[in-house]
């Protein structure tokens, strides 16, 4: 199969992690018959830099003309980069808010899964996560307070920020179908977390899920506050399946369950629409501090061109291949330095990447 994707490496560590994905890719190739084009564009910081906004016109024509996109991280540490000088629309995030929009990505998926490998690098206790979990959180990327109406003016001599958070039941539908499809595959079980107590948009999140619900008879639907979801994360995460929200609630519970999980460094994401063409990116920021200095951990970025595999170009196998060379590394006892443990061995970015090719066989 011959497949062109879009690469965005970014800025901080993106530019080294996204390397060790193309090459465990391009070892994927080899051992099974593909071939990867890539095409290299800018996005974030570096495109600011060159071209004064985040993310060109030009740019976002050339990703939606791919097969699919690999993305590092955009970004820098907020006050310590004259990025954040910019206002808000030309900030290296905002590129990131535009070629999700620009691509038709309203469907972000991020596993939190522990590995039995790093059950000690868990901060919560044993007895909590004993055995590991496994689950989903399936967030809304498109609607909500990040593209809703925002001005900050002053009112009756006072200075007032609004940000508007504004949901449709279309919207709502075709992402509660993406939450029920994916726990349809797992262990069928979708917990729908809003804040309905409070919010219109919540109440209305709640009937539209509960109505796609209905063409789902196999899969258990329940409902959860957004604050009760947080607590209950540490408390039993294993009691999770599929969690289905919207996009500033997913934002921070899918960090939160990051982080259960041991570390940030090894969590995949995809942002899907409705057909094919996705982005696949980490779940992690672009940890400026540690940039150039082969320290970053390249695992998430490899498990994300994963499930482009899985997702995007329905090589199955090949998917399963890469995800079992993570394990089988993490099993050798080989770690970057964010998930070192006493007695294993210390790897480097790019001595992290060989040895998960060196498992793809």
């Known amino acids: 199969m011959n497949c062109n994707i879009a690469v965005i490496p970014g800025d901080g560590i993106g530019p080294e992690i996204v390397r060790e994905a193309r090459k465990v890719l391009d070892k994927v190739g080899e051992v099974y018959g593909h071939t990867f084009n890539y095409e290299e564009l800018d996005m974030g910081g570096c495109s600011i830099d060159k071209y004064g906004e985040p993310l060109t016109d030009e740019t976002l024509e050339k990703a939606k003309k791919?097969?699919?996109?690999?993305?590092?991280?955009?970004?820098?540490?907020?006050g310590q980069s004259h990025w954040y000088e910019l206002p808000p629309d030309k900030r290296?995030?905002?590129?990131?808010?535009?070629?999700?929009?620009?691509?038709?990505?309203?469907?972000?998926?991020r596993p939190a899964v522990l590995f039995d490998e790093l059950s000690g690098a868990c901060p919560l206790k044993e007895e909590l996560t004993e055995g590991g979990f496994d689950f989903v959180v399936t967030r809304e990327l498109?609607?909500?307070?990040?593209?809703?109406?925002?001005y900050t003016k002053e009112v009756d001599g006072v200075m007032t920020a609004v940000d508007t958070l504004t949901y449709n039941e279309e919207e709502i539908r075709r992402i509660a179908k993406w939450g029920f499809e994916i726990a349809s595959k797992r262990s069928k079980k979708v917990c729908s977390v809003d804040k309905a107590n409070v919010l219109d948009s919540s109440r209305l999140w709640r009937?539209?899920?509960?109505?796609?619900?209905?063409?789902?008879?196999?899969?258990?639907?329940?409902d959860m506050l957004v604050d009760n979801c947080a607590m209950q994360i540490v408390k039993d995460p294993k009691q999770f399946d599929v969690i289905l929200t919207e996009n500033m609630f997913g934002d921070i519970l899918s960090d939160e369950a990051s982080m259960v999980t041991g570390s940030i460094g090894m969590l995949s994401s995809a942002s899907l629409g409705e057909g094919t063409l996705g982005?696949?990116?980490?779940?992690?920021?672009?940890?400026?501090?540690?940039?150039?200095?082969?320290?970053?951990?390249?695992?998430?970025?490899?498990?994300?061109?994963?499930?482009?595999?899985?997702?995007?170009?329905?090589?199955?196998?090949?998917?399963?291949?890469?995800?079992?060379?993570?394990?089988?590394?993490?099993?050798?006892?080989?770690?970057?330095?964010?998930?070192?443990?006493?007695g294993k061995t210390c790897l480097g970015t790019i001595e992290m990447g060989d040895a998960i090719c060196a498992e793809i066989k």
């Open 66 to 78: 791919s097969d699919s996109v690999l993305l590092g991280a955009v970004g820098g540490n907020v």
């Open 92 to 109: 290296p995030e905002a590129g990131l808010l535009k070629i999700r929009k620009g691509l038709g990505l309203f469907c972000n998926l």
């Open 142 to 150: 498109t609607g909500g307070l990040y593209f809703g109406d925002r």
């Open 207 to 222: 009937k539209v899920v509960k109505e796609v619900s209905a063409d789902y008879p196999d899969v258990e639907l329940t």
């Open 279 to 342: 982005l696949y990116e980490p779940s992690h920021g672009s940890a400026p501090d540690i940039a150039g200095q082969n320290k970053a951990n390249p695992i998430a970025t490899i498990l994300s061109a994963a499930m482009m595999l899985k997702y995007s170009f329905n090589m199955l196998e090949e998917s399963d291949a890469i995800e079992n060379a993570v394990k089988a590394v993490l099993k050798k006892g080989l770690r970057t330095i964010d998930i070192m443990d006493e």
